[in-house]
């Protein structure tokens, strides 16, 4: 740093001269001043950023669950995201997608969030079991029809087929805890109930597993508008006739209780948060919850306008300003929570985040469809990162939504499936699921693009459990190559190995007929004298082990 400081000093002043000696008038020395700018800019972004890895000081774990999926009934994103039926000629097992799960099991999704979403308030569980399916409306999303061919059962079986967990989401805005007790019996007693008999005549005579409970969706708005003292009264009636059965869940994997929490910056909100986080304070035993939910999309400004395909720069850079705003609301909410629950019980569950654009031109607008680009993949690096640095609060996130809807992994039309800039990212963080955090320092530098300026570079570290230490960077600025030296404090390497994602372009974007416009290709970089140096392409997602 010195020498390269020392080295530009005298490099500007060595130009003052010789601007002193050629150049008399004002113009000549505007001239050159601007010739000078035009230099010194590439000096500058030539300017090697500095990491520091220590892994003597290990932080919280990253749970598996930040990589949650949210998967609801709206558009198509069950129904030939996921459902396409037995007797479909796309290839399926008992009417789930096989591609489809493939591609899932590669990221090792941890839980998926179901049935909603805004749908959740407005499900009947028993709508959609049994051999006869009642066929009903889903007014949420574009008024359709709800065939219910999707219910409990193909939702196990999904979740079975791809390994993840289940995270429910009862109906309290338009259900009773009676409905939502009765659908957890359903699920969950391995005694012979009525319902218990019936879970078995329909196909699964063993009780399901789930460990994750939503109470309500967004009750302050699509969930009912509750009020903040309203929805806590109900809260503590879900909460303490709920009851999962199931008799390995009752010591270990006991089922987590999530509890609405909120969806912005807006001072209801606060509200919201502190109410709920007082009353825990002050719970008894009767009641309880394990996590409060908060809602963040990347949108701008609403209704959603901004395009997901065919964008330059600058509508890339507000994009992402916009979505640095996460750090923000998880930090605020964390201190909240702090404040009533110093131990860290509850955990922050943001079961709802990612970029939402306009409509794609010619798709119904109540199917939230959206292309996805680099964009969007550098965008879930930066919220996984943001959600990484706040591991021992934030446990749990769920991307919206999984397949075919906003910011989604998977693009499905008929039997063709693209896979996502965004899933690519999705995967090469695999490494860090319930990895422990290894604290990263570095000096960002800054991306500028008009009136907006951004951290230039992001970075985050871990140790897996067979040791292994995982880095991940992104390259914000799209112009500039970035340069970085990392220091390895606790860490013995020779060398690293990985992935790097990026594009021709910001809007680059993986379709039908280019599935691979924007892969990962790998990458490797040298360790020497106990520091790594890699060079990170411009708007560019790379993930590296350290190798010994
Ligand atoms: O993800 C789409 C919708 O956004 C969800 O249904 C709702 O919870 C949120 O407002």
């Known amino acids: 740093m010195v020498f390269l400081h020392s080295r530009a000093t005298r490099f500007i002043r060595s130009l003052a001269f010789a601007r002193n000696v050629l150049f008399r008038t004002r113009a000549h020395a505007l001239a050159v001043l601007v010739i000078m700018l035009a230099i010194a800019a590439p000096l500058a972004s030539a300017q090697r950023i500095q990491l520091s890895l220590d892994a003597t000081k290990p932080g919280a774990k990253i749970d598996r669950n930040l990589f949650g999926q949210f998967a609801e009934h709206l558009g198509h994103g069950i129904y030939d995201g996921i459902w396409v039926g037995p007797d479909s000629s796309i290839p399926n097992t008992r009417g789930i997608r096989n591609d489809v799960v493939a591609a899932l099991k590669a990221i090792k999704v941890p839980n998926v969030r179901w049935p909603g979403g805004c749908f959740a308030d407005e499900y009947h569980w028993r709508k959609g079991i049994g051999?006869?399916?009642?066929?009903?409306?889903?007014?949420?999303?574009?008024?359709?029809?709800?065939?219910?061919?999707?219910?409990?059962h193909e939702f196990m079986?999904?979740?079975?087929?791809?390994?993840?967990?289940?995270?429910?989401?009862?109906?309290?805005?338009?259900?009773?805890?009676?409905?939502?007790?009765?659908?957890?019996?359903?699920?969950?007693?391995?005694?012979?109930?009525?319902?218990?008999?019936?879970?078995?005549?329909?196909?699964?005579?063993s009780p399901y597993t789930i460990n994750f409970l939503g109470i309500g969706n967004e009750s302050w708005d699509c969930g009912g508008n509750m009020t903040p003292d309203y929805y806590l009264s109900q809260l503590k009636i879900y909460s303490r006739f709920v009851r999962n059965f199931n008799p390995a869940q009752q010591d270990k994997q006991q089922m987590l209780k999530i509890a609405v929490g909120p969806g912005g910056a807006e001072p209801r909100w606060t509200e919201w948060t502190d109410t709920i986080m007082k009353a825990y304070q002050a719970h008894t035993w009767s009641w309880d919850i394990n996590g409060l939910s908060m809602h963040s999309y990347t949108v701008g400004h609403w209704p959603p306008s901004y395009a997901s395909t065919g964008f330059g720069e600058t509508e890339f850079a507000q994009i992402l300003k916009y979505t640095l705003e996460m750090e923000d609301l998880v930090t605020k909410y964390s201190a909240i929570m702090d404040k009533y629950d110093p131990q860290k019980k509850v955990a922050l569950v943001v079961d709802e985040w990612g970029a939402w654009y306009a409509p794609l031109p010619g798709s119904n607008p109540g199917f939230l469809v959206q292309q996805n680009s680099l964009r969007d993949a550098i965008l879930a690096a930066?919220?996984?990162?943001?959600?990484?640095?706040?591991?021992?609060?934030?446990?749990?996130?769920?991307?919206?939504?999984?397949?075919?809807?906003?910011?989604?992994?998977?693009?499905?039309?008929?039997?063709?499936?693209?896979?996502?800039?965004?899933?690519?990212?999705?995967?090469?963080?695999?490494?860090?699921?319930?990895?422990?955090?290894?604290?990263?320092?570095?000096?960002?530098?800054?991306?500028?693009?008009?009136?907006?300026?951004?951290?230039?570079?992001?970075?985050?570290?871990?140790?897996?459990?067979?040791?292994?230490?995982?880095?991940?960077?992104?390259?914000?600025?799209?112009?500039?190559?970035?340069?970085?030296?990392?220091?390895l404090n606790g860490i013995t390497a020779k060398s690293a190995v990985g992935e790097t994602l990026t594009a021709p372009k910001v809007d680059s974007v993986n379709t039908f007929e280019q599935p691979n416009a924007v892969a990962p290709k790998p990458g490797s970089a040298k360790v020497d004298g106990g520091k790594l140096s890699v060079k990170l392409d411009p708007k560019s997602v790379t993930v590296l082990s350290l190798e010994p």
């Open 131 to 152: 051999p006869q399916r009642t066929v009903t409306l889903n007014p949420n999303w574009g008024g359709v029809i709800e065939p219910n061919t999707f219910g409990t």
């Open 157 to 205: 079986d999904f979740l079975d087929q791809i390994g993840a967990q289940a995270y429910v989401s009862v109906n309290v805005g338009s259900g009773t805890p009676q409905e939502a007790a009765e659908w957890l019996e359903y699920l969950t007693t391995a005694q012979p109930t009525t319902l218990a008999k019936e879970r078995g005549a329909n196909g699964h005579p």
């Open 382 to 487: 930066l919220n996984l990162n943001i959600f990484a640095r706040h591991a021992d609060r934030v446990r749990m996130a769920n991307i919206a939504q999984m397949i075919n809807v906003l910011q989604a992994m998977i693009l499905t039309e008929k039997e063709k499936m693209a896979l996502t800039p965004t899933y690519h990212v999705y995967k090469m963080y695999v490494p860090f699921q319930d990895a422990t955090f290894i604290p990263v320092t570095f000096d960002a530098g800054k991306y500028s693009h008009g009136d907006i300026t951004l951290p230039r570079i992001d970075a985050i570290a871990a140790q897996d459990a067979s040791g292994k230490v995982w880095l991940a960077l992104t390259n914000v600025d799209p112009n500039q190559p970035a340069e970085i030296d990392v220091s």
